[in-house]
């Protein structure tokens, strides 16, 4: 399995990024996936996941809001949007996989197997 995150970069405070994540050696279909962050000296924290069964979505507090993770499994692929990003919002943004059909909780994402490379977003004037 492998993920390959890209669309990070630098952005104005207020501006907005859209990260897209694709996936082989799996058929996301099946199961959920999500994205995780790093923050230098801080814990890694999940920011959003989806479930493969019914769409379901979760969102951390920091990012309710401003973020919106959403799937296109005929291209086997993930995507989170933010807007209005803070400074606070700088970090690796990492996306995750798992054989799991339900993300029950956006937390999870951190235990899920199957992670990309991660790709920095730097939110900064």
């Known amino acids: 399995v492998q993920l390959q995150a890209s669309g990070g970069g630098l952005v104005q405070p207020g501006g907005s990024l859209r990260l897209s994540c694709e996936a082989s050696?799996?058929?996301?279909?099946?199961?959920?996936i999500g994205w995780f962050r790093q923050a230098p000296g801080k814990e890694r924290e999940g920011v959003s996941c989806?479930?493969?069964?019914?769409?379901?979505?979760h969102n951390a507090d920091s990012v309710k809001g401003r973020f919106t993770i959403s799937r296109d499994n005929a291209k086997n692929m993930v995507y989170l949007e933010m807007y209005s990003l803070k400074p606070e919002d700088t970090a690796v943004y990492y996306c995750?996989?798992?054989?799991?059909?339900?993300?029950?909780?956006?937390?999870?994402?951190?235990?899920?197997?199957?992670r990309g490379q991660g790709t920095q977003v730097t939110v900064s004037s």
């Open positions: 995750a996989t798992e054989h799991t059909a339900q993300c029950m909780d956006v937390s999870g994402v951190l235990g899920y197997r199957y």
């Open positions: 989806i479930s493969a069964s019914d769409g379901i979505t």
């Open positions: 050696g799996i058929t996301l279909d099946y199961y959920a």
